[in-house]
């Protein structure tokens, strides 16, 4: 199996920042895409930023310009610095890796517990 554990959430006020690091364990032959998703109260799960193993990198357009994600992969590890942060970026932010085990033939999506976040006005 694979495991992800996300840490660095917290409580920060409007204009701070944060950030949160996810590492992957496990049976892991090859991590490809990592990402975080986040949950906000009553709201949809939804995306927030990819990373390639190459490093090419994709933003949700709420969140362009003030999170940058990043990786480490001699760690397994991915990073969102989150930056100018706001009321509405409070959630629960979920760690995702997509990763092929060894002996089996097409990766699959694994998901972290998940760290809240709250940013007050």
């Known amino acids: 199996q694979v495991r992800l554990v996300e840490s660095g959430g917290g409580l920060v006020q409007a204009g701070g920042s944060l950030r949160l690091s996810c590492a992957a364990s496990?049976?892991?032959?090859?991590?490809?895409?990592m990402g975080w998703h986040r949950q906000a109260p009553g709201k949809q799960r939804e995306l927030v930023a990819t990373?390639?193993?190459?490093?090419?990198?994709n933003y949700a357009d709420s969140v362009k310009g003030r999170f940058t994600i990043s990786r480490d992969n001699t760690k397994n590890t991915v990073y969102l610095q989150m930056n100018s942060l706001k009321p509405e970026d409070t959630g629960v932010y979920y760690c995702?890796?997509?990763?092929?085990?060894?002996?089996?033939?097409?990766?699959?999506?694994?998901w972290g517990q998940g760290t809240q976040v709250t940013v007050s006005s």
């Open positions: 990373v390639t193993s190459s490093g090419s990198t």
């Open positions: 496990g049976s892991i032959f090859r991590i490809n895409a």
């Open positions: 995702t890796s997509r990763t092929l085990r060894p002996g089996t033939l097409l990766p699959e999506d694994y």
